[in-house]
T-cell receptor, first 115, second 112 residues
Framework: GAGVSQSPSNKVTEKGKDVELRCDPISGHTALYWYRQSLGQGLEFLIYFQGNSAPDKSGLPSDRFSAERTGGSVSTLTIQRTQQEDSAVYLC?????????????FGEGSWLTVV | DAKTTQPNSMESNEEEPVHLPCNHSTISGTDYIHWYRQLPSQGPEYVIHGLTSNVNNRMASLAIAEDRKSSTLILHRATLRDAAVYYCILRDGWGSNYKLTFGKGTLLTVNP
């Protein structure tokens, strides 16, 4: 079956512009995560959605970052007024639920370069 | 969140077994031990997880110490495609640690 799908795969944007990154989770998965990974670094948690519950936004690095999940499925991560330090790969993941026994499935990522 | 400690890097030869260690001395009774790996230029992928008993699946085996303060991921016959960063992660079984907190992991190099 289809895995987690992310678009665009690659995005080059100018400093100061806004970008939107899209994530299509695996069908039926209620949990959705966004992570970011800068070059040569580990994965940094950004935000978590679980069903209709309020999202956990504790990992968002600044108020320039926001995310929404419409209809409990597709999610969009928006970065306003991009800065060069925002350059990273943004990874989306989904899971059947919040149980710690559940596997989390990651997409291939959206590679963002801010020039 | 309970922390894990892994070697920064390990090296193996193709078709030989690989034992990747992980220390988690502050593990709580409800923490699951999860392993994920990240191949170059890809998102992380699930490898295996366990609570108390050793676990086997098609990818690997997980050996958990009796006191649960350490575990070992075993790749029975390493292939070049197993070259990746391997992450050992603890997740609270009560669901409060629903997000995976990634450390630095172990970079596994497989020599032909």
């Amino acid at each position: 079956g289809a895995g987690v799908s992310q678009s665009p795969s690659n995005k080059v944007t100018e400093k100061g512009k806004d970008v939107e990154l899209r994530c299509d989770p695996i069908s039926g998965h209620t949990a959705l995560y966004w992570y970011r990974q800068s070059l040569g670094q580990g994965l940094e948690f950004l935000i978590y959605f679980q069903g209709n519950s309020a999202p956990d936004k504790s990992g968002l690095p600044s108020d320039r970052f926001s995310a929404e999940r419409t209809g409990g499925s597709v999610s969009t991560l928006t970065i306003q007024r991009t800065q060069q330090e925002d350059s990273a790969v943004y990874l989306c993941a989904s899971s059947p639920g919040r149980s710690s026994g559940n596997t989390i499935y990651f997409g291939e990522g959206s590679w963002l370069t801010v020039v | 969140d309970a922390k894990t400690t892994q070697p920064n890097s390990m090296e193996s030869n193709e078709e030989e077994p690989v034992h990747l260690p992980c220390n988690h001395s502050t593990i709580s009774g409800t923490d699951y031990i999860h392993w994920y790996r990240q191949l170059p230029s890809q998102g992380p992928e699930y490898v295996i997880h366990g609570l108390t008993s050793n676990v086997n699946n098609r990818m690997a085996s997980l050996a958990i110490a009796e006191d649960r303060k350490s575990s070992t991921l075993i790749l029975h016959r390493a292939t070049l495609r197993d070259a990746a960063v391997y992450y050992c992660i603890l997740r609270d079984g009560w669901g409060s640690n629903y997000k995976l907190t990634f450390g630095k992991g172990t970079l596994l190099t497989v020599n032909p």
